[in-house]
């Protein structure tokens, strides 16, 4: 039976309470689990003790049992010293397409010119004086 911890979603529309629980992967999200090892309530602040409660002897044994973790609770169990950290590829979402380098170098460039330019009489100014 291949094991999971993750998390299961309770509380009323746009009130989410979610459980973290010991459940087969073949099961449900929000169905039948083996054994509620915690909670999480999103809702509180990110420094509040009751944002995460979780039983760290169960989640230790069901570790042990060969259980895997969801991303979402193997961050949590990170931040608790339970896992170690592990490396992630963050994908470069964040940077600029193609187009919009361009326009910036165009941009850019323009602005140099008229540096140029704006240098260019000042220098023959004072030239002449």
Request: proline letters at 6%.
């Amino acid at each position: 039976m291949a094991m999971k911890i993750r998390l299961a979603r309770g509380g009323s529309k746009k009130r989410p309470f979610y459980r973290i629980v010991a459940a087969d992967s073949r099961m449900p999200r929000d169905g039948r689990y083996i054994e509620k090892l915690g909670t999480y309530n999103p809702l509180l602040p990110k420094d509040s003790e009751e944002r995460v409660k979780m039983n760290v002897e169960r989640i230790q044994y069901w570790l042990g049992e060969g259980a895997q973790t969801t991303d979402r609770v193997s961050r949590m169990l990170e931040a608790a010293d339970l896992l170690p950290k592990k490396d992630r590829a963050n994908p470069k979402k964040g940077t600029p397409g193609k187009k919009a380098v361009a326009r910036a170098e165009e941009k850019a460039s323009k602005a140099a010119e008229a540096a140029e330019a704006a240098a260019a009489p000042a220098e023959e100014a004072a030239a002449e004086e």
